[in-house]
């Protein structure tokens, strides 16, 4: 059977094992050593919980395998091919195989044979580009049986290598993705207004409307998804971090009018979060105007002011908009405990990119004394947060840090100064004091063996 070779591109990102997974992890124990009780403590000591992003999916699967064989049957390449057509439309963040045995032999062979299983399968995942330091392989022997070891079907079932793989879908616009108004709806005061599938409204004077509607299209980023999709980083001028509450550029089509402003500036409005605490600017919101390498800037006009509204009961952030095809953004400037990222030299770090769901925000970090080292200064918040980052390394090749959770990169656990979450911690101690679990660490450590080199498009 010939084996899926559509996946040669895949990366898989490191991403930590939850500890609600019922299997005990054995990690390089001695197939002649079966002390899982110490296993599972040293899994304990080395692995936090796995913390479940946007639509994190499980995948597991098994394959089976004839009697003291290792090798993989027909059978077994047409479910791992499956599982490979699966992988090519989802971001990995971790594959994890479990070899098992039935008790027909004694049980050092049958932990020996497990071994074997297991190593047969990630040797699959590896020769179709899979990187293998990202997949932990167990065995277990005989003694995690799914069905009686009395008969012949029971022992077939046993016969077997179950499979996990960690998978995040997501589905990000394409650059400068245009799109069309959900629905237009005029008002009592002979206006129109349009809504934006992320929650943008625009008030527009109707017959200004009426007389442009065919030359106005809309760009939204109301989330770090489409933001990083469409190549924008919220920093201002000086490096420092902005939060934004909402991003809209509204392009008047070339040629389709004489007109470069409108006659009455349109007002757009963005939703206040629901929860206070992703409402991080509150009335402090300006509105940044966007300079030519990409940072924002706050003109200090009165143009800049935002206010807070409300319309039917749900509040929104308004301010004009008087001419199109600017990018304008609702934001306020951001300050806390500091946060860094490092990796070892001679590894050269080009930019460090962290994302925030709540409040919204997506930070680009360069370094400025230390090429291996880059730190900013950001609130404690809670709620989703990714990383990428884009690496030098000493031949000069662009390495990246595809995006990931930001909490499944190594960290300095001690002395963070961001709040712990809900009493409780990681699951060991400094000597008799239990280590916190925190929305975020002061400290990450980019790792070589994370990386994966940048293809030439």
């Known amino acids: 059977m010939k084996k899926n070779n559509s996946f040669n591109k895949m990366w898989i990102s490191h991403i930590d094992i939850s500890n609600t997974d019922k299997n005990k992890v054995v990690l390089q124990q001695s197939p002649f050593k079966r002390k899982l009780q110490f296993s599972v403590l040293f899994t304990l000591i080395f692995f936090i919980p796995l913390i479940i992003f946007g639509q994190t999916q499980k995948i597991k ?16 390449y047409q479910t791992l091919n499956k599982i490979t057509d699966t992988l090519a439309v989802a971001d990995i963040y971790r594959v994890v195989v479990n070899g098992n045995t039935d ?50 079907e029971g022992k077939q079932k046993n016969r077997r290598v179950d499979i996990f793989i960690y998978i995040k879908h997501k589905v990000l616009p394409k650059h400068d993705s ?40 809309y760009i939204e980023t109301n989330n770090p998804q489409s933001i990083l999709a469409n190549g924008i980083s919220l920093m201002d001028n000086n490096g420092i971090p902005i939060s934004s509450c909402g991003m809209l550029k509204v392009i008047l089509k070339p040629g389709c009018t004489k007109r470069d402003c409108f006659k009455i500036p349109v007002k757009v409005r963005f939703p206040v979060p629901e929860d206070n605490e992703c409402d991080y600017c509150g009335r402090n919101a300006r509105v940044f105007d966007i300079t030519t390498n990409g940072s924002w800037y706050d003109n200090k006009s009165k143009k800049s002011e935002v206010k807070i509204i409300k319309v039917k009961g749900k509040s929104y952030y308004q301010f004009d908009m008087y001419c199109p095809n600017y990018w304008k953004n609702c934001d306020c400037k951001v300050k806390g405990p500091k946060l860094k990222f490092k990796i070892k030299k001679p590894y050269k770090i080009v930019s460090v990119k962290v994302t925030f769901e709540c409040p919204t925000t997506v930070i680009n970090i360069k370094p400025e004394r230390r090429v291996n080292k880059v730190v900013t200064e950001i609130p ?78």
């Open 380 to 457: 404690c918040w809670k709620g989703a947060k990714t990383v990428l980052a884009t690496i030098i390394d000493d031949k000069g090749d662009t390495l990246l840090l595809q995006e990931q959770p930001l909490n499944d990169l190594p960290k300095r656990t001690m002395f963070s100064r961001c709040g712990k979450i809900e009493n409780k911690h990681i699951g060991y101690r400094f000597g008799i004091f239990p280590i916190a679990k925190r929305d975020r660490y002061r400290k990450y450590i980019i790792r070589p063996e994370f990386l994966v080199k940048k293809t030439k498009s």
């Open 103 to 152: 008790n027909t032999a004694d049980s050092l062979y049958n932990m020996k044979l497990s071994l074997n299983r297991a190593e047969t399968v990630k040797n699959y995942f590896v020769e179709i580009g899979v990187n293998k330091s990202f997949i932990l392989t167990n065995y277990f022997g005989e003694d995690k049986p799914i069905a009686s070891n009395d008969n012949d």
């Open 61 to 76: 699967t098994s394959i089976y395998f004839d009697n003291n064989k290792y090798d993989i049957r027909d059978d077994g």
């Open 178 to 217: 245009i799109i069309k108004p959900l629905i237009v709806k005029d008002t009592i005061n002979l206006d129109t207004t349009i809504y934006l599938p992320q929650g943008t409204s625009l008030v527009f004077n109707r017959n200004e409307y009426l007389e442009l509607k065919d030359c106005l299209e």
